[in-house]
């Protein structure tokens, strides 16, 4: 059977990784280079990895997913993870609501590891929203959510793993 790319990407409009993954045979991939974000990431205990996606890229709807970050070759050493492999990952999509963000960004928090990143080109494949994009009424709500979107993801990474 064969997907035409317009049913894949609505698939990933409407944050359905699952069926895109289905039609395409693998997740769904993005790409891009670690920018700096506003630096507030590490102040919440969750350090996210900004990724700059080129213009054309298909981004998934708003919202929180588990998925896999790679580190692509950029022939620039990496601290802290090794290139090639893939790590757990949960990945914020969206403008920041709770801090009234403006930017869509696609931030990505590596589980369980500490790196630096910046300037390096990485890609993240989308494997299942776990949730929505929230605003949260306090900074101590938003990080138990993130706690448990981390919690999910790795149960859901490393099981179907
Ligand atoms: C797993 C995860 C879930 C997130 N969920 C939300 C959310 O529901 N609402 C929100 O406003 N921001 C959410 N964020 C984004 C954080 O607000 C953002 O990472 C933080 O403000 C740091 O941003 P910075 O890297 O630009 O400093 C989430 C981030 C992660 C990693």
Redesign the pocket.
Known sequence: MTFSSTYIRSCVDAGDMAAATDALGRPHRVEGVVVH?????RG?G?P?A?IAPPMYAAIPADG?YAAWFTVLDSGSPVDGLETGLRYCA???V?T????S?RNR?V???VLDEEADLYGQHVAVDFVERL?G????DSVEA?IS??HR??DRARDLLVEGA
């Open positions: 974000g506003d630096g507030r990431g919440l969750f996210t900004n929180v949960a990945v914020s969206g920041n609501p709770t801090f963000g960004t931030e990505a928090f949730r994009m929230e605003k949260f938003l959510a993130m979107d981390a």
